[in-house]
């Protein structure tokens, strides 16, 4: 702050301001200084100006007093509730009185689950551990698909060995959890699960049966399909569950539970397979699509596994060794005994998270947008457009006495950039520490371009 702005600032204050911004810190208790000194219309810059010189002075007392009077006159401003509890926490208040503080901040901004999870960094940081998981538990409750509730009240669970907030968060991460980027975490949690059965084996059996019949839920999967291939071809999975709900790579959530975990291509053999699995699944009737993309498949082969309640003392098994079709393959199975009793909101899916990499589907993406439109077919192999990225719908032609050849043909008119392009997604930490920023670089050029003819049909 200049000079001049001080002065201008306090040329309206009274007499007793005269020295500064701040009235007399010693003409009374602090609640009596600031409730005179706000009995004056204020402007919100002048509280600002007032709180930031008493915080540089180390007056915490004077900063509640200030605070809460600036609040009782009707200036509220988020930043004065963290500020607030911070003061408390120097001058050791009651940490329920500085939850209470911190809570009023949650109500002042925080609508949606990101906002939830940072004012849980926010209590957590303060050691308002009792309140932060809470909140996480109100955030998985708005998003329960969404698993960064779950992992990180399980972090402040452990760290409170709060057995109740292990076992809701470790549940919550073995059922949630299923991308393989979550292994780590899976491990963590059932490893906290067991260690709490253990504890309580003991002195209440009756409860660790129940923790240890929970964690055989968890760990059950009503059905997982994996297609899977070897060679530098790309073979396309798609699932449509029983009420017509269709999971895939652009689907990857359904309202049935599905999730659609790996999309994968050539050549790299780690990378040549496709999974789909359902925890709690609905019981019914599912449609596998199988289509085969583009690329060499060693073979001309593919195996499809089928696991039904996978880890369950009932589990099975299937395995198919199938040739692999010029056209869309429709294989349909059973699943007669699904957990799943009611579906899952649609709004809760989807739900945008953070990402630190390209994950596989992305480079995928990215590795099609550099290909052709009409990518090389291997040998016996339909010159197919990529269905995934065709934009007309073409007919097929007709034979004799159905249409003597005719073509249809849909235009669609669309933009196609060429040169280099960069897109960037930052992704701010709980905590506002850090910036994890990806990137992802395209080079794209328009190589040919063909005309087409329309074939008439003679009249």
């Not at 988020?78 to 500085?98: C, R």
């Not at 926010?122 to 050691?127: A, V």
Request: a negative charge; charged letters at 20%; proline letters at 6%.
């Amino acid at each position: 702050m200049r000079d001049d702005e001080t002065r201008d600032a306090t040329s309206e204050l009274p007499q007793a301001t005269k020295q500064g911004l701040l009235p007399d810190l010693n003409a009374g208790m602090p609640t009596e200084v600031w409730k005179r000194y706000f009995a004056e219309e204020r402007t919100p810059a002048t509280v600002a100006r007032v709180v930031r010189k008493l915080i540089d002075q180390e007056a915490h007392p004077h900063v509640i007093a200030a605070i809460q009077q600036a609040l009782l006159a009707g200036h509220s401003q988020p930043w004065m509730y963290e500020v607030l509890a911070f003061s408390m926490k120097i001058e050791e208040y009651p940490q329920q009185q500085i939850d209470r503080v911190l809570l009023s901040n949650v109500d002042f901004q925080a609508s949606d689950v990101p906002n939830l999870l940072v004012s849980a960094a926010y209590l957590h940081r303060l050691d308002s551990n009792e309140a932060a998981l809470k909140l996480y538990r109100q955030a998985a409750q708005l998003l329960p698909t969404q698993v960064e509730a779950y992992l990180l009240g399980l972090n402040l669970a452990i760290e409170m060995n709060d057995q109740e907030g292990i076992v809701w968060a470790a549940n919550g991460v073995l059922v949630n959890a299923m991308d393989p980027k979550y292994r780590p975490r899976r491990i963590k949690a059932e490893a906290a699960l067991r260690e709490v059965i253990e504890q309580t084996r003991e002195g209440d059996p009756e409860q660790s049966q129940k923790y240890e019949a929970l964690l055989q839920a968890a760990l059950q999967q009503d059905l997982r399909i994996r297609l899977s291939w070897t060679g530098g071809g790309d073979i396309d999975l798609t699932v449509r569950e029983p009420g017509g709900a269709i999971c895939s790579l652009h689907d990857p959530q359904t309202v049935n539970g599905g999730q659609f975990l790996h999309d994968g291509f050539g050549p790299d053999p780690k990378n040549c397979f496709e999974e789909y699995v359902a925890v709690q699944a609905t019981p019914g009737v599912y449609q596998l699509r199988v289509q085969y993309i583009q690329g060499e498949v060693v073979g001309n082969r593919y195996r499809l596994t089928i696991i039904r309640n996978a880890g369950g003392p009932d589990e099975t098994r299937q395995e198919f060794s199938l040739s692999i079709q010029a056209e869309m393959q429709t294989i349909q199975i059973k699943l007669p005994s699904g957990r799943r009793t009611a579906l899952l909101d649609a709004r809760h899916l989807n739900a945008p998270g953070a990402r630190t990499a390209l994950t596989s589907t992305e480079a995928k993406q990215l590795k099609r947008e550099q290909l052709s439109e009409l990518p090389v077919a291997g040998n016996n192999r339909p010159l197919r457009a990529n269905p995934l990225r065709q934009q007309a719908n073409v007919g097929p032609f007709g034979g004799p006495g159905v249409g003597g050849g005719a073509v249809g043909y849909a235009p669609v008119v669309t933009t196609l950039s060429e040169g280099v392009s960069l897109s960037v997604l930052p992704v701010v930490s709980a905590d506002r520490r850090y910036v994890r920023i990806s990137t992802r670089p395209v080079f794209s050029n328009i190589t040919d371009v063909f005309t087409f003819g329309i074939v008439q049909q003679n009249p």
